[in-house]
């Protein structure tokens, strides 16, 4: 099966500090990625496409410059939150795509708490 | 705007019932993806539906899409504890996912 991996699970950090998470596809290659957001006991919101080797394509009233995304090879993508603020913790997730357009494959997500 | 409305937004039921919940849309879809998402984890795939009136069964689950494409069920026989967990639906739209508001289950001993 395809396996999407994120990397740290868990993070604190304090107020205004950068915080980076990585989602990785492990046994295929993903020429698209997206990074969803979800907070307690909401659904999963999108954030942004990213797309390997261009620019993220992000979705409205999501700010680039706060949250950076890089996609620099097939199997690696990063989610950079930038001087990040308590209403920025959340749940983040990533998932891959593959293959045909309906298929993506999702990471065990990361919990980001923001003190 | 909420493209996907699913009901109920919670449900919690005993042990061994039976339960439906919808997902519908006001647009026909193209596909529609069923994920179960349990806390802290991400969700998964439960199954895919792409033509009118399919009716798809995962065991204990049987999904069916509408014959207009624009609505889904998904029906739980004799409900056990694990099957406990978010329930969202989820369609195509300019090459993304798009993700209902998802129902809450919660299936007590």
């Known amino acids: 099966g395809a396996v999407v991996s994120q990397h740290p699970s868990w993070v604190i950090c304090k107020s205004g500090t950068s915080v980076k998470i990585e989602c990785r596809s492990l046994?295929?290659?993903?020429?698209?990625m997206f990074w969803y957001r979800q907070f307690p006991k909401q659904s999963l919101m999108l954030m942004a496409t990213?797309?390997?080797?261009?620019?993220?394509?992000?979705e409205q009233g999501v700010e680039k410059d706060k949250f950076l995304i890089n996609h620099a090879s097939l199997t690696l993508s990063t989610l950079t939150v930038t001087s990040a603020h308590p209403e920025d913790s959340s749940f983040y997730i990533c998932?891959?795509?593959?293959?045909?357009?309906?298929?993506?494959?999702f990471g065990p997500g990361t919990r980001l708490t923001v003190l | 705007t909420q493209l996907l409305e699913q009901s109920p937004q919670f449900l919690s039921i005993q042990e061994g019932e039976n339960l439906t919940v919808y997902c519908n849309s006001s647009s026909v879809f193209s596909s529609l993806q069923w994920y179960r998402q349990e806390p802290g984890e991400g969700p998964v795939l439960l199954v895919t539906?792409?033509?009118?009136?399919e009716v798809k069964k995962l065991k204990r689950l049987t999904f069916q899409f509408g014959d207009a494409r624009k609505d889904s069920s998904l029906h739980i026989t004799a409900a056990q504890p694990g099957d406990t967990g978010l329930y969202l639906c989820?369609?195509?739209?300019?090459?993304?996912?798009?993700f209902g508001k998802g129902t809450r289950l919660h299936i007590l001993p």
């Open positions: 998932s891959a795509e593959r293959e045909r357009l309906y298929t993506q494959y």
């Open positions: 990213s797309n390997e080797g261009s620019k993220a394509t992000y």
């Open positions: 539906v792409v033509t009118g009136g």
């Open positions: 046994d295929f290659q993903a020429t698209t």
């Open positions: 989820a369609k195509n739209r300019d090459d993304k996912i798009i």
